[in-house]
C-alpha cells in the first residue's frame, strides 16, 4: 500500500486580524511542505518573504533558525531581554534577543573565538542539533563526530521526516519549516509528563483519525473514512485529550463554523473542526 498525502486546509473560527497561510503566499504552487508551512505560519513562527512570497527553495540563515526556535520553545511570546552571551557579532542584529535566548538556554551554540556567524546558512545537522536541545535531548554533540550523533538522534526523534536535506549542506525554509513541525508533534524529552512543544507551549493537541462525515464548503471534498489530522485547543469542559464539543481554538482564516454531525462515528462527534491541515490515506 502507498500512501499518499494531499494537503487541504480549512480553519473553522475568525480571527479580527489573520497571519498569512500557506495557500495564500503567491508561490503556494511551489510549497511541496504544505503542512508544515501552512501551520507555522498559522502559529505565527515563519513568516513570508517580500512580495507576500514564502521562497520555499530559500536558504535559511542561523538567526533565523534561532528566531524560529526561539519562538517555539516559548509560545510565540518572545523575551526582549538580551542576556550576555560573550558572542561579540550579534550585539545590534536583529535577531540579538533570539540569538541570546538561545545561547543562554544551551540550544545553540557559537563557532569558536566568541562567534556565532548569524548569517551564515545554517546546515541541516546544526538545525536539527538545535531542534533536539530544543526538545531536551542532552546527547555529546561536540568533537568531531558530534553530526553522526545529531543524525542519529534526530533520527530517533523523528525531526528528519518528510524531509530532504544533506546533512552538511544549507536547509531551505521549506525543509526547514518541515523539520520545525515535526519537533513541534514530537515528545519532549526534557519532560516526564509526554507533552510536545505544541502541547506544552502553545496549549494546542493534534488529533489523527479517520473522517466520519459532516458539513464541509462545496470545494473541499473527501471521502468517508479518510484518516485526517485535526489540531485544536482542549476546553475547560468534556474530556481532556480527546476531541468533544466543548474543544476550540482560533484559526487565522475566516469561514463558515463547521462541524462533525451528532452520529459521526469518528471520536469526538459533534466537535467543531479547528483546521484540518492534511488528509492521508492509502492507495494501490
Known amino acids: ?23 495564500e503566499f503567491s508561490d503556494a504552487g511551489q510549497i511541496a511542505h504544505t503542512e508544515a508551512v501552512q501551520v507555522l505560519s498559522e502559529l505565527g513562527i515563519v513568516k513570508g518573504k517580500g512580495g507576500n512570497t514564502f521562497d520555499p527553495t530559500g536558504y535559511v540563515t542561523r538567526a533565523e533558525m534561532a528566531k524560529m ?24 542584529h536583529w535577531a540579538e534577543t533570539h540569538i541570546s535566548y ?30 533536539l536541545t530544543a526538545l531536551g535531548y542532552r546527547g555529546d554533540y561536540t568533537g568531531p563526530a558530534w553530526a553522526l ?15 530532504d536535506v ?6 531551505d525554509r521549506e525543509n526547514a519549516a518541515q523539520m520545525i513541525y515535526n519537533a513541534l508533534l514530537a515528545e519532549n524529552a526534557a519532560e516526564d509528563t509526554g ?17 466520519a462525515g459532516g458539513l464541509l ?7 468517508d473514512r479518510q484518516e485526517i489530522r485535526v489540531i485544536y485547543k482542549d476546553g475547560e469542559d468534556g474530556t481532556a485529550g480527546q476531541l468533544d464539543p466543548s474543544d476550540t481554538v482560533t484559526a487565522p482564516i475566516p469561514t ?3 462541524q462533525f454531525p451528532a452520529d459521526a462515528r469518528a471520536p469526538g462527534a459533534g466537535v467543531r473542526l479547528i483546521f484540518i491541515i492534511s488528509i492521508r490515506y492509502d492507495s494501490l
Open 195 to 211: 507533552l510536545s512543544l505544541l502541547e506544552k507551549n502553545f496549549g494546542l493537541q493534534s488529533w489523527v483519525g479517520p473522517y
Open 256 to 258: 463558515a463554523h463547521e
Open 1 to 23: 500500500m502507498k500512501r499518499t498525502i494531499v494537503p487541504l486546509v480549512l480553519a473553522l473560527l475568525l480571527l479580527s486580524a489573520p497571519l498569512a497561510s500557506a495557500k
Open 69 to 92: 526556535i526561539a519562538y517555539i520553545c516559548q509560545g510565540g511570546t518572545v523575551s526582549k531581554e538580551v542576556e550576555e552571551t560573550g558572542l561579540t557579532d550579534i550585539r545590534g
Open 102 to 131: 538561545c545561547y543562554t538556554q544551551g540550544i545553540l551554540s557559537g563557532r569558536g573565538g566568541g562567534l556565532f556567524a548569524p548569517d551564515d546558512n545554517v546546515t541541516a545537522a546544526e538545525a536539527a542539533k538545535m531542534l
Open 166 to 171: 544533506t546533512s552538511d549542506e544549507p536547509v
Open 149 to 163: 550523533t545529531v543524525i542519529r538522534d534526530a533520527q530517533l526523534a523523528h525531526i528528519f521526516d518528510d524531509v
Open 217 to 223: 464548503p462545496e470545494d473541499i471534498t473527501f471521502a
